[in-house]
């Protein structure tokens, strides 16, 4: 039997299958989907439901047929896989209410990601939802649409959560943000993070260093809704059950060719740890880009081409309400959690030239060895962040400097730019640290 059976009809499963297909046009390839929904933009269901998306299928980068007819992939819907039996290549699954197992030859692991849910109390059958599936966003959405949400409470203070307090917010709603931890973002470094807290103060109400439970007991009967934002883990139970090695955040272990620890086993995005090209080693950085490539790689291997994954370096960036907030690499925090003398430049330059109308301050700051080589950076504007970003990703992903960054030779003109870049500026300040300690 030569079958391929994919796990998870996501960014990485979609990526995986179409990449095996490419390979081989002969292969019999199963995508098992536990949802109604393959192939869409889960980064767009906050946008859908701030209405700027008017219909979910907009997301979807393909409909099933497309799958099904062009590209020959059994697309199975609503299939569940519920258990994996690596050494008899079996995988177990609920379809249509029957319990079905299927036989593989190759396997790719994309399960994806599942949603943190802390215990809270006081939830009193309130509607609550978190948003890891179409089926979440369009129940959401359908409720917000009756027009009977007034007050919303967004359980957590990351990324996703203030996407969907600005959803939220742009659906009319009144938006109480609440945060176990004192501060918002945990992916940025504090004085960053700060700058971003003070934005969402002047548009939702924030409550950071709470307890939930206690507040949704004291303000009963508020609110209306509940969207639960904490966090996301990855899904790796049924691999890690089977026997595949997991490490870092209980994601699965892979080489450079999303081979996991079980033969004839691949993983891909979510639910793996790729390499981290800055910390030298796997790390639990779930997101997008990472997705879709790992899933090509998987693909292309386990269908017998050969392709390899060159790494991640945690680069993300996020829009709140007008600010534009980007990482790559490692915070000061993340850096020195990791062992390294790492050091913080931070500077404000602009977004424009000076005299150019629309000019907006943007926060930088570098993170460095003592030494001078990079290890990361932060961004915060109203313009001039979500791009800028990557030219240190780039950076970060040659292994380079705050002396080559300096030297970079950068684009400019009156509205895109100062003469000298933000990020030029940052690195001539970085240069000085390093120079100074040196000395
Ligand atoms: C609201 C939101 C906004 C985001 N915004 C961004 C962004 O702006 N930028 C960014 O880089 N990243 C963003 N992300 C993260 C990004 O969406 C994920 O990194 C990406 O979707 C991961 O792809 P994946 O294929 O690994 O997992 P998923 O997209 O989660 O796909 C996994 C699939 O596997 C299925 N599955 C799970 N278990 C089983 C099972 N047992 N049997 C069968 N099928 C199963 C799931 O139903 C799911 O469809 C966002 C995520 C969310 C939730």
């Known amino acids: 039997m030569t079958r391929l059976v994919v796990l998870g009809g996501g960014a990485a499963g979609m990526s995986a299958a ?17 949802t109604g929904f393959a192939a869409y933009g889960m980064c767009g ?45 079996v995988v177990h699954y609920r379809h249509e209410g029957r319990e079905q197992r299927i036989g593989f030859s190759a396997l790719v692991v994309a399960a994806g990601g599942v949603p943190g849910f802390p215990p809270l ?15 979440d966003a369009i129940a959401l959405r359908a409720l917000l649409d009756t027009g009977s949400v007034r007050d919303a409470l967004v359980v957590g203070a990351g990324y996703i959560g203030l996407e969907l307090a600005e959803a939220l917010h742009g659906h009319g709603c009144r938006v109480t943000v609440a945060e176990r931890l ?10 960053l993070a700060a700058i971003v807290e003070e934005h969402v103060r002047e548009r939702a109400e924030l409550r950071l260093g709470v307890d939930v439970s206690e507040l949704l ?12 934002c904490a966090g996301v883990r990855p899904a790796s139970t049924i691999a890690a059950k089977a026997g595949a090695r997991t490490g870092p955040g209980g994601a699965l272990l892979v080489d450079d060719r999303m081979r996991t620890s079980l033969p004839g086993v691949w993983a891909a995005g979510d639910c793996v740890a790729p390499y981290h090209r800055v910390l030298g080693r796997p790390a639990f950085v779930p997101l997008g880009p990472a997705a879709n490539k790992t899933g090509r790689v998987a693909g292309t291997v386990a269908a017998g081409g050969d392709a390899v994954f060159a790494g991640v370096v945690g680069t993300a960036v996020v829009k709140v309400f007008e600010l534009e907030v980007a990482r790559t690499g490692l915070t000061l925090a993340e850096a020195r959690a990791a062992g390294m003398t790492a050091t913080a430049t931070d500077v404000v330059s602009r977004s424009r030239a000076k005299y150019y109308p629309g000019v907006e301050p943007l926060h930088v700051r570098l993170v460095h060895e003592a030494g001078g080589r990079l290890l990361g950076a932060q961004l915060v504007g109203r313009e001039g962040a979500a791009k800028r970003v990557d030219v240190v990703a780039a950076a970060l992903h040659g292994g380079l400097s705050v002396d080559d960054l300096a030297a970079f030779d950068l684009s400019y003109a009156p509205p895109y730019s100062p003469v000298y ?17 040196a000395a």
């Open 45 to 89: 269901l906050p946008y859908y439901l701030a209405g700027l998306i008017e219909r979910p299928e907009e997301l979807v980068s393909y409909p099933p047929e497309y799958f099904r007819d062009r590209r020959r992939l059994d697309l199975r819907l609503r299939a569940e896989a519920v258990e994996l039996d690596a050494d008899q290549r």
């Open 421 to 437: 870049d933000p990020l030029t500026v940052a690195a001539q300040a970085a240069q000085r640290v390093v120079h100074e300690a």
């Open 182 to 191: 004192d501060r918002v973002l945990p992916n940025l470094d504090e004085p």
């Open 18 to 34: 179409s990449a095996a297909r490419r390979v081989d046009p002969a292969l019999e390839i199963v995508v098992l989907e536990a």
């Open 217 to 228: 007991a004291n303000r009963a009967p508020w609110p209306d809704v509940v969207v639960v």
């Open 121 to 135: 109390h006081g939830l009193d059958g309130r509607p609550t939802f978190t948003i890891r599936a179409m089926e």
